[in-house]
């Protein structure tokens, strides 16, 4: 069974440029979570979808944060524009259903680096 | 509000001793716990957690941990470690917020094992 996909694996780009993360999850999940991991800290919940619908974005800062899970499937999540502080690991993760005694499984992440 | 702290974020044993890692927690509801670990350049695994039931955990690796309420712990211990147990380590509690639950984790833990 494939795990979470995720594209890119690193990019870099100047602040105030926009960019793009992609996140395939595993078959059949219907709950998707993007998580923002600072240098030697834990991951934090951005975003949480039950397919289509995001039950929980209270942590996405959404002025310049935006995501999407279309079909129920594959989720986009977007910074535009990207600031210093967003240099971080974005990491995806996907569960058979949205209550945390579910296991969540992650992909490898896509790190970013904002000069 | 619910919250974990992840006692030294790193620790250093020597190959096939104990490995010790401590967590405790803070909840006001009853805690589920949780134990991720991450390699180098990889998402998140999970090797163990408590919801209900029995207090000591069994996970994978060789890895278990014991729910504590009198002491609020939730430590991860593993009888004889293998260079193959080099990462960082995670503790997460669930999270009651707005009506949706999530994970909260830790700072996290890296163990580094020495031949």
């Known amino acids: 069974e494939a795990g979470v996909v995720q594209s890119p694996r690193y990019k870099i780009i100047e602040k105030k440029q926009p960019v793009a993360f992609w996140c395939n999850p595993i078959s059949g999940h219907n709950t998707l979570y993007w998580y923002r991991q600072n240098l030697g800290q834990g991951p934090e919940l951005l975003i949480r979808?039950?397919?289509?619908?995001?039950?929980?974005d209270s942590q996405l800062p959404k002025d310049r944060f935006s995501a999407e899970r279309l079909k129920g499937v594959d989720s986009t999540l977007k910074i535009q524009p990207a600031e210093l502080g967003d240099s971080a690991v974005y990491l995806c993760?996907?569960?058979?259903?949205?209550?945390?005694?579910?296991?969540?499984?992650f992909g490898p992440g896509t790190r970013l680096t904002v000069t | 509000a619910q919250s974990v702290t992840q006692l030294g974020s790193h620790v250093s044993v020597s190959e096939g001793a104990l490995v010790l890692l401590r967590c405790n927690y803070s909840?006001?509801?009853?805690?589920?716990l949780f134990w991720y670990v991450q390699y180098p350049n990889q998402g998140l695994q999970l090797l163990l957690k408590?919801?209900?039931?029995?207090?000591l955990v069994k996970g994978i690796n060789g890895f278990e941990a014991e729910f504590k309420k009198s002491e609020t712990s939730f430590h991860l211990t593993k009888p004889s470690a293998h260079m193959s147990d080099a990462a960082e380590y995670f503790c997460?509690?669930?999270?009651?917020?707005?009506?949706?639950?999530?994970?909260?984790f830790g700072k996290g833990t890296k163990l580094t094992v020495n031949p």
């Open positions: 979808y039950e397919n289509e619908e995001a039950v929980d």
């Open positions: 997460a509690v669930r999270a009651l917020r707005g009506g949706s639950e999530k994970l909260v």
């Open positions: 909840s006001s509801v009853p805690p589920y």
């Open positions: 408590y919801t209900t039931g029995a207090t």
């Open positions: 993760a996907s569960s058979l259903e949205g209550a945390v005694s579910y296991e969540q499984y």
